[in-house]
Structure formats: structure tokens, C-alpha cells
T-cell receptor
Framework: DARVTQTPRHKVTEMGQEVTMRCQPI?????VFWYRQTMMQGLELLAY????????DSGMPKDRFSAEMPDATLATLKIQPSEPRDSAVYFC????????????FGPGTRLTVL | GNSVTQMEGPVTLSEEAFLTINCTYT??????LFWYVQYPGEGLQLLLK?????DKGSNKGFEATYRKETTSFHLEKGSVQVSDSAVYFC???????????FGQGTTLQVKP
């Protein structure tokens, strides 16, 4: 049963610290998405990749967030420095090239910045 | 710009009741439409989709019909179960890039 995996599942950190979240997309999926979910803002698209190339990261605060795909099996989202307002659940999703909207979501990383 | 509007929640129903969750959209062209479901503590899962006008998507007893004339994609189920309790998201993709625009989500609570 193919699944998107994310690590860590929970992260508590102090303001100013660096946070790295990792995602393993489903093998064979060539589109990867990063979302952030909060009660106030709902679900926001931060960035997405096709064939490991970034296509759109306009939803991401550029000064502190960065997203990369070092290889086809790993996507990373980094926040440096972290701030309390970054507290949220971060989801990674992957989709097949022919139907990128049929996305498979990981379980999420719940981030708390104190 | 493109947008999706869902009815406010929470929606509270008794088991075996009929469910409707309203969804309307604004988009240029002919978007594809989706319903995703999020169970507590999990990521979203695709529930059903429709890619052109008058298409009906269906899965697990849920249905939604793509109505271009009313720009709507309402979710229905004839008899809900406690296990259907979740948050339901309507979404559209106007460019087939995977860049989904989600509604704000509607929480469904089904009581035994």
C-alpha cells in the first residue's frame, strides 16, 4: 500500500531555531506539494515541484522558508529562523504526472514554535 | 481570481440521515472539481472528482455532480454513518497543474 511518509510527526522548538521537515513521496509520482494548515487560514499551498524542479513557491515566505528536492525520493521544507506564527500542521502530498490534482497526502508534521 | 466557497459548518446529523454539503466555485474556463476528506489526525484523501460539466463523481456512497450553469459541486450521501465524521474540502484545479484551490472545509459530525 503506497503512502506518502513525513518526518517528524511532531516537532516542538524554540523561536529562532531551524526546523527541517522531510517527505518521501509515492514512488513514481513526479509532482510534490507542500501545504500548511491552520485554523485561521485553512489549507495553504506553500510550494510545489514537478520532476524535482520547483514550479511555484509563491505561497512561501521567502525570507525564512525554503523547499528542495535533493532526489526523487526526498522533499524537504526548511524554516530558518522559526517564529511562533509558523506553528501549524505541514502536509506533503504527491501526485501522478497525468493527474497531478489526484493528490495523496502524508500524515503531516505538527510544528509548535514557542 | 479562482475561488471555492463551502457552506459553514459544523454540520451535525444523526446516523442514516441524508447529507448535503454545498460547494460553489468561481473560475475561468472549465476547471476540474474535487472533494477531499480529512479524518481526525490524518492528511486529506481524495474522495471523488469530476472533470467536465454534468459529470457525476461517486465513491463510498458519496456523490457530486458538476453543474456548470450554477457553478456548483454539492456533495451528497443518502445515509451517513458515524464513521463519516470528518472535515470535507471542495477544491478546483483550473489548469491541470495540480495547483488546487481549496474551500475552507466543512466539519461533519454524525451522532449515533
Amino acid at each position: 500500500d503506497a503512502r506518502v511518509t513525513q518526518t517528524p510527526r511532531h516537532k516542538v522548538t524554540e523561536m529562532g531555531q531551524e526546523v527541517t521537515m522531510r517527505c518521501q513521496p509515492i514512488l513514481g509520482h513526479n509532482t510534490v506539494f507542500w501545504y500548511r494548515q491552520t485554523m485561521m487560514q485553512g489549507l495553504e499551498l506553500l510550494a510545489y515541484f514537478r520532476n524535482r524542479a520547483p514550479l511555484d513557491d509563491s505561497g512561501m515566505p521567502k525570507d525564512r522558508f525554503s523547499a528542495e528536492m535533493p532526489d526523487a525520493t526526498l522533499a524537504t521544507l526548511k524554516i530558518q529562523p522559526s517564529e511562533p506564527r509558523d506553528s501549524a500542521v505541514y502536509f506533503c502530498a504527491s501526485g501522478p504526472g497525468q493527474s497531478p490534482s489526484e493528490q495523496f497526502f502524508g500524515p503531516g508534521t505538527r510544528l509548535t514554535v514557542l | 481570481g479562482n475561488s471555492v466557497t463551502q457552506m459553514e459548518g459544523p454540520v451535525t446529523l444523526s446516523e442514516e440521515a441524508f447529507l448535503t454539503i454545498n460547494c460553489t466555485y468561481t473560475a475561468t474556463g472549465y476547471p476540474s472539481l474535487f472533494w477531499y476528506v480529512q479524518y481526525p489526525g490524518e492528511g486529506l484523501q481524495l474522495l471523488l472528482k469530476a472533470t467536465k460539466a454534468d459529470d457525476k463523481g461517486s465513491n463510498k456512497g458519496f456523490e457530486a455532480t458538476y453543474r456548470k450553469e450554477t457553478t456548483s459541486f454539492h456533495l451528497e450521501k443518502g445515509s451517513v454513518q458515524v464513521s463519516d465524521s470528518a472535515v470535507y474540502f471542495c477544491a478546483l484545479d483550473s489548469s491541470n497543474t495540480g495547483k488546487l484551490i481549496f474551500g475552507q472545509g466543512t466539519t461533519l459530525q454524525v451522532k449515533p
